[in-house]
């Protein structure tokens, strides 16, 4: 049996770009997360004032309200992340820039 060998290494640059499809993803995933939070809010508060409140549905509306924010402020840390990546990306090709475009990895 052959022994393994290391695989070659990968390039910074394409590394900051697998970041960054993984943020852009995951952001993609958080957005679903928010419009579904958003409308069983708005289901939850048409209930409400079509039935009346109750101790439940308050209950209710308020974790979803919660679930909301929650899901917005996640957003909001994965955009920063987002932001973060891609001024790498951009000052990694500004240094780069030197190099022929074929050079770029």
């Not at 070659?8 to 995933?29: C, D, G, H, K, Q």
């Not at 809010?41 to 439940?56: D, I, N, Q, S, V």
Request: proline share 6%; net charge negative; with cysteine.
């Amino acid at each position: 049996m052959a022994p393994q060998q290391n695989p070659m290494p990968i390039p910074e640059r394409v590394r900051l770009v697998i970041a960054l499809t993984e943020v852009n993803s995951r952001y993609l995933r958080g957005e679903n997360r928010c419009a579904g939070a958003e409308i069983e809010l708005a289901c939850a508060l048409a209930c409400e004032k079509r039935e009346g409140a109750t101790p439940e549905r308050t209950h209710d509306i308020v974790q979803l309200r919660a679930r909301l924010d929650a899901s917005e402020n996640e957003l909001l840390a994965i955009e920063a992340e987002r932001d973060w990546l891609e001024n790498e990306l951009a000052n990694f090709d500004t240094t780069e820039s030197g190099r022929k475009p074929g050079d770029l990895q």
